[in-house]
């Protein structure tokens, strides 16, 4: 069967790892020249690390990663709003961990060595005629005829744009996220805190080595570049002087940035995952907002659910595969978006009567659920 994976992200190198080891060499087509540090760090549960135990693959990526053990919520004011136990989720599912993306992505390629993985490279055109083969066009000149596209490239997808042409559902919060890491000694090593305020949202989540730092606030009220460093510190400083003056770490944090990564807070979320041989996967079906921490987590057991269905087939037969792919998948996936979404929803407030409305309901909402809700969805078929 000739399979092409379009974007050689989270997706596409987990999809790319399940088919090598069926005997198929998929071709994986990345646009980057190279994978390059994209500034922020993964909570993986084993939602998504389960399927790394498939590919041989799982201690490598719990050694790189960093076992979080407390979720605190802070508000606005420096007062606990709650205080989540995350090794119960340990002895019944497995651990949640942080990795670096960069380092997952390492172990996923490295699990994916054998594949035709070409750089530099995307789709420019795709044609289906009939029942037979995608015919599909190459940015390097070339052309191939494949029996299965699978569009990986992520929530701007240029191969849902080509094969698709329909726009998705977009969901906007209006806030951007910017992202850095910090060489921070003193914080302790596994517990993750989040500072719910007003107008604003400050994350600490420590990785290996480093700490993952992220500032939320409106694009609107943004006046400065997180490019221009020299500019967005003493804005993040001015920003966050509240929180900053109950917990010195946010504002050392700022002091020894050097790199800001930002992430508008929006996502998408297709009408259709599969037309003709193309399907679309991950990010570009649907993608997520990082408050659940679940879209790597999705798209890594979305892809070992795909590379299954297509186990059971020949080429003639993928548009069953990926018929059965969808029902299997798609219900569960768009749930986790949702939560997701409720979650932006709660975080990312800028109204002083909603955010101590919220405060309220989190300082009583009882956090043994929400610890049930991530076990249970362990046990959903998938
Ligand atoms: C700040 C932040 C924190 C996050 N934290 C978490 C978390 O804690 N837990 C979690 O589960 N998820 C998290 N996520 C979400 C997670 O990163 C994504 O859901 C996940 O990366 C989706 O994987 P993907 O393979 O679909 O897309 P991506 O990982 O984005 O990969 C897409 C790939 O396609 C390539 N590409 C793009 N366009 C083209 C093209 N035209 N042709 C060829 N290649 C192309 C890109 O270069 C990239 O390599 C976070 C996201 C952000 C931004």
Same mark, same amino acid.
């Not at 029996?147 to 191969?159: E, F, I």
């Given at each position: 069967?000739?399979?092409?994976?379009?974007? *050689?992200?989270?997706?596409?190198?987990? $999809?790319?790892?399940?088919?090598?080891?069926? &005997?198929?060499?998929?071709?994986?087509v990345e646009r980057a020249e190279a994978f390059t540090d994209r500034g922020y760090a993964i909570v993986l549960y084993p939602l998504? /690390? @389960?399927?790394?135990? =498939?590919?041989?693959?799982? #201690?490598?990526?719990? *050694? @790189?990663?960093?076992?979080?053990?407390?979720?605190? %919520?802070?508000?606005g004011k420096g007062s606990l709003l709650q205080d989540v136990d995350l090794s119960m989720l340990g002895g019944e599912i497995g651990p949640m961990v942080l990795v670096t993306r960069t380092r997952l992505i390492e172990i996923l390629h490295d699990a994916a060595r054998g594949a035709d993985i070409r750089f530099n490279t995307t789709v420019t055109e795709i044609g289906q005629a009939g029942e037979g083969k995608a015919q599909v066009g190459f940015s390097d000149g070339t052309s =191939? /005829?494949?029996?299965? %596209?699978?569009?990986?490239? &992520?929530?701007? @997808?240029?191969?849902?744009?080509?094969?698709?042409? @329909?726009?998705?559902e977009v969901f906007d919060t209006g806030w951007d996220l910017w992202v850095w890491w910090a060489e921070l000694p003193e914080w302790q090593q596994d517990k993750y805190v989040e500072s719910w305020g007003n107008g604003r949202?400050? =994350? $600490?989540?420590?990785?290996?080595?480093? +700490?993952?730092?992220?500032? &939320?606030?409106? !694009?609107?009220?943004? #006046?400065? /570049?997180?490019t221009d460093i020299e500019r967005a510190k003493p804005f993040l400083k001015d920003l966050f002087a509240g929180m900053a003056e109950k917990n010195g770490t946010i504002g050392r944090s700022i002091d020894v940035a050097t790199k800001l990564y930002a992430w508008p807070m929006s996502d998408v979320r297709a009408q259709k995952w599969i037309n003709g041989r193309v399907c679309l996967l991950g990010d570009a079906a649907v993608g997520f907002l990082p408050t659940a921490g679940a879209g790597a987590n999705t798209a890594m057991r979305c892809a070992a659910s795909l590379a299954d269905e297509l186990?059971?087939?020949?080429?003639?037969? +993928?548009?069953?595969?990926?018929?059965?792919?969808?029902? !299997?998948?798609?219900?569960?996936?768009?749930?986790?978006? #949702?939560? /997701? !979404?409720?979650?932006?929803?709660?975080i990312f407030v800028d109204n002083a009567i909603i955010a101590w409305g919220r405060d309220e309901i989190i300082k009583h909402?009882?956090?043994?659920?929400?610890?049930k809700d991530i076990i249970n969805s362990m046990k959903q078929p998938f």
């Open positions: 069967m000739d399979i092409l994976v379009v974007g *050689a992200g989270i997706a596409g190198l987990t $999809l790319a790892a399940k088919l090598l080891q069926q &005997g198929r060499k998929p071709v994986v998504g /690390s @389960s399927v790394l135990h =498939g590919l041989d693959k799982y #201690n490598e990526a719990m *050694a @790189s990663a960093q076992v979080g053990r407390t979720y605190e %919520v802070i508000d =191939g /005829s494949f029996d299965l %596209v699978v569009a990986c490239d &992520g929530l701007h @997808s240029h191969t849902r744009k080509l094969a698709f042409g @329909s726009e998705p949202f400050f =994350g $600490l989540y420590p990785a290996p080595g480093h +700490v993952m730092c992220a500032a &939320g606030m409106r !694009r609107d009220h943004l #006046n400065v /570049s997180p186990s059971r087939v020949d080429g003639r037969l +993928v548009p069953l595969a990926l018929e059965v792919f969808e029902k !299997r998948c798609r219900h569960i996936v768009e749930k986790n978006q #949702n939560d /997701s !979404r409720t979650l932006a929803k709660m909402y009882p956090m043994a659920k929400f610890v």
